[in-house]
């Protein structure tokens, strides 16, 4: 099963560079795919998904994480939810 991260972050806000690092890394040791969402160009995307806050974490169209800065851990252990 393959699973589908998405990140909505944005350049001025300091949580998000932080969850953006911890994505990458999780995502990249575990060989899985990460989109960034743009606030502007993927508004569309946004407004589906429900997400009133950033950073936000997304796997398999579920928001995971919305306005907190999580830990590799629990990112993992999102991720590996979608792959059971």
């Known amino acids: ?17 932080v969850v953006k690092d911890r994505v990458e890394k999780v995502a990249k040791e575990m060989g ?3 989109r960034l969402l743009d606030p502007i ?5 946004i407004v589906e998904l429900g ?22 851990e629990k990112i993992r252990k999102a991720i590996e939810e979608e792959l059971a």
């Open 41 to 45: 160009e993927d508004v569309d995307r």
């Open 32 to 34: 899985v795919k990460v």
């Open 51 to 72: 997400i009133l806050t950033s950073p936000a974490v997304v796997v398999n169209g579920k928001v995971k994480f919305a306005g907190v800065v999580p830990t590799e």
């Open 1 to 17: 099963m393959s699973v589908v991260v998405e990140l909505l972050e944005s350049n001025f806000c300091p949580k998000c560079a």
